[in-house]
């Protein structure tokens, strides 16, 4: 593998471990990143074309399931990181695998074009010193879904005076300070930011068209949410959603709600001997009729909003909610969905980012459900919009454009040359499940390498060994892309909501990375409907408990030695120290609930 050059862009999470897994495997990765530092969006940075954490930020998702499957987190860490600490985190992960050298920071990629020879990938870079092209003979797109800002139709723009901003380039609430503002949207970033201008501005008011789930990241008893759903029991939820999704969704929101309106409760004012069901439906009245925070988009289609401080905010009146933006109207006025007019100084969008894929013109895009096919150089108004952030905004119309991708990361046509990180919405912590996507990708570009270079044991598979992990044909891939684009668009006609690139099947995608991927977890235990589990559960008592009964983790990816001839494509390399990381992880969970419940004693 040492002679194949292969290009990763961009150095977030899915990058930084691209970067690794290839360079494990034995491919000559080189990585390129437009900032100076590593950690994509969780690095500060003051310029303000660039998506950034901000100093108030907090992770949504906790270290119990936030760790990288050789790396844990330091045992110190809070149980919530800063966007500093995680910053930090990945600088250690980069020092201790010896990354940097292989890392260009301060070039931007501009596009990625096929050669005039057919034989390799021209990568166009900028920098301070110019532009440059490079050849690669494969290309891992790692830079991210937030890149170029969305804004709705403003065709009365130019009537409105006042601060008109994306919270793209939001940074701290010195502009905003004892002025009107308006925010725009109901995502995490435009709850968080209502909650900290309400420190700081004179009125807030916060404009969304449709409710959404939102809960707390802890429960009622202080552990963490994600900490709570176990391996196996995700297993059988996404095994029960891919053969009764009529049941399993309806209930699975049914809950969700239910959890939304309990943690909404905890601020509701109490009265004497106020029985909790009186408690919980004066909640979920407000939250229909006051908040209009429900109903709400279906689990099926978008992820939920995860806030603490945002429903008491609303309760206390800091928080305005109105209803969804319209058009500007005047030196000061914003038109709102319901015909009413609302007099603010400045209007701050939090309305989602185009995932631009013309980064790569070629690419093919659409082709399905009678939306015809074109490519990604094709410039037109369609966006591509993360609809979780703006929450509807895109009501002209206008069918989003979806990439033809195998799995959500590979286009069928350069699948053995292309693969795309950042398209992906997993139900489960984004970090993991991107390291997840990286080390089946290098897998499968192992073992499509060794095939092409007649490597005996990837040709002439042995029956008593796993597999190599190749791709199915191109006519298999494109079967598959075409039932995701046609799930989507008859989606989002009717709840435009709907998030692109969201994981639909979760059940096929994560049985197909780790089987890519060479973790063996799924033949060791999976959902209770099967018998895998029994024999490690016979075997190792204490490993079945810290994997079935604790928070899912990707230490356990390391765990099984499924390749132990180390022959390319079959199977990741493990970690010494897995088992050792998953006990310990185990142990840091149940002792923070033994603090908890003390607390609550």
Same mark, same amino acid.
């Given at each position: ?134 050849? +690669? ?13 969305? +804004? ?76 709570? +759903? ?97 058009? +500007?109207?005047? =030196? ?21 980012? =185009?995932? =631009? ?165 799924? =033949? ?78």
């Amino acid at each position: 593998m040492e002679g194949i050059k292969v290009a990763v862009i961009g150095l977030g999470p899915a990058g930084l471990t691209a970067l690794k897994t290839l360079r494990e495997e034995g491919f000559n990765a080189i990585a390129f990143e437009r900032r100076e530092k590593i950690g994509g969006l969780w690095s500060y940075s003051s310029n303000t074309t660039f998506t950034t954490v901000l100093d108030d930020t907090i992770s949504n998702a906790s270290k119990f399931v936030s760790g990288f499957s050789d790396f844990p987190f330091p045992k110190d860490s809070p149980v919530y990181f800063t966007g500093t600490q995680a910053s930090e985190y990945f600088e250690s992960y980069a020092r201790h695998f010896n990354l940097r050298q292989y890392i260009r920071f301060n070039i931007s990629v501009t596009k990625v074009v096929r050669n005039s020879s057919d034989s390799a990938w021209d990568v166009h870079i900028t920098n301070s010193d110019g532009e440059n092209v490079l050849s +690669f003979d494969k290309v891992v797109f790692a830079h991210g879904s937030e890149g170029a800002p969305v +804004f709705p139709l403003m065709s009365n723009r130019d009537k409105f005076k006042g601060i008109v901003m994306h919270a793209q380039a939001y940074r701290n609430s010195t502009l905003f300070k004892n002025r009107r503002v308006l925010i725009v949207g109901n995502g995490n970033t435009a709850c968080e930011l209502s909650v900290m201008l309400a420190k700081h501005a004179s009125k807030v008011y916060q404009s969304y068209r449709r409710g959404r789930i939102m809960f707390s990241r802890c429960d009622n008893n202080g552990v963490p949410l994600d900490s709570q +759903f176990t391996w196996p029991v995700m297993r059988l939820k996404y095994f029960l959603d891919s053969i009764i999704p009529w049941l399993t969704w309806p209930f699975a929101n049914r809950f969700m709600r239910d959890m939304m309106i309990s943690h909404a409760a905890r601020s509701e004012p109490v009265q004497p001997g106020e029985s909790r069901a009186k408690i919980l439906k004066r909640t979920e009245i407000r939250m229909r009729k006051e908040w209009r925070l429900l109903p709400c988009a279906s689990m099926a289609h978008v992820n939920p909003a995860v806030q603490e401080e945002y429903i008491p905010t609303l309760r206390s009146g800091d928080v305005t909610p109105l209803h969804g933006f319209v058009d +500007f109207a005047g =030196d000061n006025q914003v038109l709102l969905a319901n015909n009413t007019v609302v007099e603010v100084d400045a209007v701050l969008f939090c309305t989602g980012y =185009d995932m =631009d894929f013309s980064i790569m013109p070629e690419l093919e895009m659409n082709g399905a459900c009678g939306v015809p096919l074109e490519v990604a150089g094709k410039r037109n108004l369609e966006r591509t919009t993360n609809c979780e952030e703006h929450s509807g905004i895109n009501d002209d119309g206008q069918q989003p454009r979806l990439p033809r991708l195998f799995q959500m990361l590979f286009p069928p046509r350069w699948a053995s040359s292309i693969a795309f990180l950042s398209w992906l919405a997993p139900q489960e912590n984004v970090w993991c499940v991107s390291e997840l996507a990286a080390i089946a990708i290098t897998q499968i570009w192992a073992a499509e390498t060794a095939k092409a270079k007649g490597h005996r044991e990837v040709q002439s598979h042995d029956s008593r060994y796993r597999p190599p992990a190749l791709l199915p044909p191109a006519s298999e891939m494109n079967d598959q892309i075409d039932a995701y684009h046609t799930w989507f668009r008859v989606a989002w006609q009717k709840e435009r909501s709907v998030l692109s690139g969201y994981i639909h099947h979760p059940h096929k995608f994560y049985r197909f990375l780790h089987e890519a991927a060479g973790t063996g977890l799924y =033949d060791n235990l999976d959902h209770v409907f099967t018998a895998r589990g029994w024999r490690l559960w016979w075997k190792d008592r204490d490993l079945w408990k810290w994997l079935a009964k604790g928070p899912i983790n990707s230490y356990s990816w390391r765990l099984f030695d499924t390749n132990p001839e180390c022959i390319p494509g079959c199977g990741r390399k493990v970690c010494p120290e897995a088992k050792k990381m998953v006990k310990e992880a185990y142990e840091a969970w149940e002792d923070y609930k033994r603090q908890i419940q003390r607390k609550w004693v």
